[in-house]
């Protein structure tokens, strides 16, 4: 009887301190912080400061910023683009705040919060082309790096991609008629732009976003509580300008990215796009 009365508190013990760490929010609370995964080193989103080393950026200040409303400090943790997800996964990171989109592949692995932006595949184009939607470009020759979004896009919108290592030789290969134009992210397609402007190459994109990628905070899957915490969180930085002061600090209309910020917080289930994988 002895012997079962200590097996059955031993059992009960395992459940009570399982029942624990299945809360992260409660877990979070007792450590009086949480830890936030952002990029070593990719500006505009985190990167070392030249001068205090600090990293700095606009998933940095999203960071502190939704630990503000967490109402708990952050611990930021530099990570490398391919660490995101197996350390969010592994528990050494409580969120990812590191410009990470919504695939297929990645919802089934991680919980997705809320989007706080909509990042958008650009096609890139010779400036007479400008005015074309996406349409016209079905079964024409487009350009990307070889095993990314950007080649996904082009094979959603019923094109042929033509595929490189690297986007400055996909973005090549549209100077020299290799292609009709280059596929890349917003960033990537207006630096493109302005490069080509400075050897003479007049360059535009095309009104029409090739795909949607909504951008939010990645959570380990079946935390309910703490899933719900954050996405309060992020609706509140919203409501009270927190996100938009962030983006307009780091890639709005007055930085050398000029993106203006039309997207808000909003449920991933009343956007209307169809994920990459």
Same mark, same amino acid.
């Given at each position: 009887?002895?012997i079962?009365?200590?097996?059955?508190?031993l059992?009960?013990?395992?459940?009570?301190?399982?029942?624990?760490?299945?809360?992260?929010?409660?877990?979070?609370?007792?450590?009086g912080?949480?830890?936030?995964?952002?990029?070593?080193?990719?500006p505009?989103?985190?990167?070392?400061?030249?001068?205090?080393?600090?990293?700095?950026g606009?998933?940095?200040?999203?960071?502190?910023?939704?630990?503000?409303?967490?109402?708990?400090?952050?611990?930021?943790?530099?990570?490398?683009?391919? /660490?995101?997800?197996?350390?969010l996964?592994?528990?050494?990171?409580?969120?990812?705040?590191?410009?990470?989109?919504?695939?297929?592949?990645?919802?089934?692995?991680?919980?997705?919060?809320?989007?706080?932006?909509?990042?958008?595949?650009?096609?890139?184009?010779?400036?007479?082309?400008? &005015?074309?939607?996406?349409?016209?470009? &079905?079964g024409?020759?487009?350009?990307?790096?070889?095993?990314?979004?950007?080649?996904?896009?082009?094979?959603?919108?019923?094109?042929?991609?033509?595929t490189?290592?690297?986007?400055?030789?996909?973005?090549?290969?549209?100077l020299? &008629?290799?292609?009709?134009?280059?596929?890349?992210?917003?960033?990537?397609?207006?630096?493109l732009?302005?490069?080509a402007?400075?050897?003479?190459?007049?360059?535009?994109?095309?009104d029409?976003?090739? /795909?949607?990628?909504?951008?939010?905070v990645?959570?380990?899957?079946?935390?309910?509580?703490f899933?719900?915490?954050v996405?309060?969180?992020?609706?509140?930085?919203?409501?009270?300008?927190?996100?938009d002061?962030?983006?307009?600090?780091?890639?709005?209309?007055?930085?050398?990215?000029?993106?203006?910020?039309?997207?808000?917080?909003?449920?991933?289930?009343?956007?209307?796009?169809?994920?990459? &994988?």
């Amino acid at each position: 009887m002895i012997i079962k009365s200590i097996t059955a508190t031993l059992a009960l013990s395992t459940l009570a301190i399982s029942a624990a760490h299945a809360d992260q929010w409660s877990d979070i609370q007792s450590k009086g912080k949480f830890v936030c995964g952002v990029f070593a080193d990719v500006p505009p989103f985190s990167s070392p400061d030249p001068e205090t080393r600090q990293l700095v950026g606009m998933d940095t200040d999203l960071c502190k910023g939704l630990a503000d409303k967490l109402g708990v400090p952050v611990e930021l943790k530099p990570l490398s683009v391919e /660490a995101r997800i197996p350390e969010l996964r592994q528990g050494r990171v409580d969120v990812v705040i590191a410009n990470l989109a919504y695939t297929k592949t990645r919802a089934e692995q991680i919980q997705f919060s809320d989007p706080y932006y909509i990042a958008r595949e650009r096609l890139v184009v010779k400036a007479p082309l400008a &005015n074309k939607s996406k349409d016209y470009f &079905n079964g024409k020759k487009l350009s990307s790096t070889k095993g990314s979004t950007s080649e996904q896009s082009i094979r959603l919108a019923g094109a042929t991609p033509v595929t490189f290592q690297d986007t400055g030789s996909a973005y090549l290969a549209v100077l020299q &008629n290799k292609s009709l134009g280059v596929v890349t992210n917003g960033m990537t397609a207006r630096s493109l732009i302005r490069s080509a402007k400075e050897s003479g190459v007049e360059l535009a994109m095309i009104d029409d976003a090739m /795909a949607l990628e909504p951008v939010g905070v990645g959570m380990r899957q079946g935390e309910a509580a703490f899933y719900a915490k954050v996405n309060t969180a992020l609706m509140a930085m919203e409501n009270d300008g927190t996100i938009d002061k962030i983006w307009d600090t780091w890639i709005g209309v007055d930085t050398v990215y000029g993106i203006k910020r039309v997207d808000k917080v909003q449920k991933i289930a009343d956007l209307d796009f169809e994920p990459l &994988n």
